[in-house]
């Protein structure tokens, strides 16, 4: 098993920055794709961007080239650098981790807010 523990959202202004982390523990971090989704009021969760234990993302066309997935596996850390936010990236964002077609985890979630 593994436990997600997010940070680092907040208000911020249109165009401005943010970085999430997201804290795994346990040991199954190092064999998982890690994910961050985000559900904004009245819509369905939708991941945001990806990235396998070997470092491939894949990303949301919404957020080519305003936003970054990394990953330090020696720290079981994941982050998400979101830069250019717009209103529509408002959302709690979550992260998952996904070890198995049938096994993940999420975190708690934290609030992502864009507005002026």
């Known amino acids: 098993q593994v436990r997600l523990v997010e940070s680092g959202g907040g208000l911020v202004q249109p165009g401005g920055s943010l970085r999430l982390s997201c804290a795994a523990s346990?040991?199954?971090?190092?064999?998982?794709?890690m994910g961050w989704y985000r559900q904004a009021p009245g819509k369905q969760r939708e991941l945001v961007e990806a990235?396998?234990?070997?470092?491939?993302?894949n990303y949301a066309d919404s957020v080519k080239g305003r936003f970054t997935i990394s990953r330090d596996n020696a720290k079981n850390m994941v982050y998400l650098q979101m830069n250019n936010l717009k209103p529509e990236d408002t959302a709690v964002y979550y992260c998952?981790?996904?070890?198995?077609?049938?096994?993940?985890?999420w975190g708690q979630g934290t609030q992502v807010t864009v507005s002026s």
């Open positions: 998952n981790a996904r070890w198995s077609s049938v096994q993940d985890q």
């Open positions: 346990g040991s199954i971090f190092s064999r998982s794709t």
């Open positions: 990235i396998t234990r070997g470092g491939s993302t």
